[in-house]
């Protein structure tokens, strides 16, 4: 049976970029391997398991800024390894970077949909109040 977060598209391209980037890392060379490359999946592990987190109700609220921060991390990363020539070609780098460009644009979406159906903070007037 599959689990509830497995549609997601979201879901999908967090999971095709943590495929992408293992191939990625395997071909890097020995000293970008174990520190930039080991650093790559692990942030690539954790997006996974923040969108499966932010499929929960309960949770979404406050795991969806943590999910936005680690693949902006992500995107960092990626910067860095096309810097320190760790990338075989720009086009690997550039198929990386477009398929986290893609899950960022997914994540922030969801953010704001989220934030827009929880109306306004606690304490907070709606946006459409206005004072006179």
Request: contains cysteine; hydrophobic residues 45%.
């Amino acid at each position: 049976m599959p689990s509830y977060y497995e549609a997601l598209p979201i879901y999908k391209v967090a999971m095709d970029v943590a495929v992408r980037v293992d191939a990625v890392v395997q071909r890097f060379a020995k000293g970008h391997k174990y520190t930039l490359g080991g650093r790559l999946r692990e942030t690539t592990m954790d997006v996974v398991m923040l969108v499966a987190r932010c499929n929960r109700r309960a949770e979404r609220a406050r795991q969806l800024p943590l999910l936005c921060d680690r693949i902006e991390e992500l995107k960092l990363m990626v910067n860095l390894g096309k810097e320190v020539k760790a990338f075989s070609s720009f086009k690997q780098f550039a198929e990386v970077m477009d398929q986290v460009v893609m899950l960022a644009r997914q994540a922030e979406a969801w953010r704001r949909a989220t934030v827009a159906n929880a109306g306004p903070e606690p304490g907070r007037p709606p946006s459409s109040w206005r004072e006179s």
